[in-house]
């Protein structure tokens, strides 16, 4: 038997129907595909039933990672690190399917360091990942809702998203307490060049910090009042955060490390 770690957010997906759903959203067959946060494999044993050409499994856990070793013997690599400390863009010459059912602040906070870290190639094709609903809600959010914010543009810069399904407390164990949504990444054949992604970071966290105040005070703050921009951008200041869409705070970005070149 098995006792989840709440401290390493271990709910064990267990609905059949949920893991044919999430293994049915893209090609599996001879791909390389990793899996983060395998757990006890009830998700791993359905990726190899299709027959990938590769698996590569990511799991903190050290007895987790036993359990792991004795059930899947040689069709399976095995990583016991932390995800966050992997440098996933080396970690692959091929490009990867990823699956993750993670501890929800750490789907976060990868999804973020992905996007952010990624170079010129994108080293995934297709990032299939559980989030908490609300946390999802605010990812896909489109501009003018009021979950528009920082998280919905940094996704969107680069990753076209798409929501496959809500899942249910039931469909774990042990049960969470919240909503969770499963969502699907794939990179963008065109998106905004912006030359250091920390600067999209550091744009919309100073834009979002009080998202019901006009815009006037952060843009003053990082472009100094310049009216050329705010005509070139067809910009308003006296509109609040969430009503600029997603290519305006790109070229806003642009301008911004304009400025600074
Ligand atoms: N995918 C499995 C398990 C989900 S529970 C399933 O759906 O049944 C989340 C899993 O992520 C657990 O196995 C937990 O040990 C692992 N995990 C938590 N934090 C991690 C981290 N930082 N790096 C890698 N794995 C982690």
Same mark, same amino acid.
């Given at each position: 038997?098995?006792?989840? @770690? ?26 390389t595909v990793l899996e983060i946060g395998p %757990?006890?494999?009830?998700?791993? &044993?359905?990726?190899? &039933?299709?027959?990938?050409?590769k698996l590569i499994v990511i799991e903190k856990d050290?007895?987790?990672v036993?359990?792991? =070793?004795?059930?899947?013997? +040689?069709?399976?690599t095995i990583i016991n690190e932390d995800i966050l400390n992997i440098d996933e863009s080396s970690l692959f010459k091929e490009v990867v399917t990823v699956f993750g059912?993670l501890p929800?602040n750490i789907s976060t906070e990868i999804l973020s360091k992905w996007i952010i870290n990624l170079k010129d190639k994108f080293w995934f094709d297709c990032l299939?990942l ?12 489109? /501009?003018?809702?009021?979950?528009? %914010?920082?998280?919905?543009?940094i996704s969107?810069w680069k990753l ?5 399904? +809500?899942?249910? !407390?039931? &469909?774990?164990?042990? $049960? !969470?307490?919240? +909503? ?5 990444f794939?990179p =963008?054949?065109?998106?905004? =060049?912006?030359?250091n992604p920390k600067?999209?970071e $550091?744009?919309?966290?100073? /834009? ?7 815009? =006037? ?7 100094? %009042?310049?009216? @050329? ?6 910009? +308003?200041? &006296? ?23």
């Amino acid at each position: 038997m098995i006792r989840a @770690k709440k401290s390493l957010g271990q709910n064990f997906l267990i609905d059949k129907n949920i893991l044919n759903t999430i293994t049915s959203i893209t090609e599996i067959k001879n791909k390389t595909v990793l899996e983060i946060g395998p %757990g006890t494999g009830n998700l791993t &044993s359905v990726i190899l &039933s299709y027959k990938p050409r590769k698996l590569i499994v990511i799991e903190k856990d050290n007895f987790l990672v036993k359990n792991l =070793k004795e059930n899947f013997q +040689d069709n399976l690599t095995i990583i016991n690190e932390d995800i966050l400390n992997i440098d996933e863009s080396s970690l692959f010459k091929e490009v990867v399917t990823v699956f993750g059912n993670l501890p929800y602040n750490i789907s976060t906070e990868i999804l973020s360091k992905w996007i952010i870290n990624l170079k010129d190639k994108f080293w995934f094709d297709c990032l299939i990942l559980m989030f908490q609903k609300e946390v999802a809600d605010r990812i896909i959010a489109k /501009f003018n809702t009021s979950n528009y %914010g920082r998280l919905s543009i940094i996704s969107n810069w680069k990753l076209n998203i798409k929501k496959i399904c +809500d899942i249910k !407390p039931e &469909s774990f164990s042990p $049960k !969470p307490k919240i +909503d969770s949504s499963l969502l699907c990444f794939h990179p =963008k054949k065109n998106f905004t =060049k912006i030359k250091n992604p920390k600067n999209l970071e $550091k744009l919309t966290r100073i /834009f979002f910090n009080q998202r019901r105040k006009m815009i =006037k005070k952060p843009f003053n703050q990082l472009f100094n %009042g310049n009216k @050329k921009i705010l005509e070139k951008l067809n910009i +308003d200041l &006296s509109l609040r955060p969430q009503n600029l869409d997603f290519e305006t705070y790109y070229k806003l970005v642009n301008e911004f490390e304009n400025l600074r070149s």
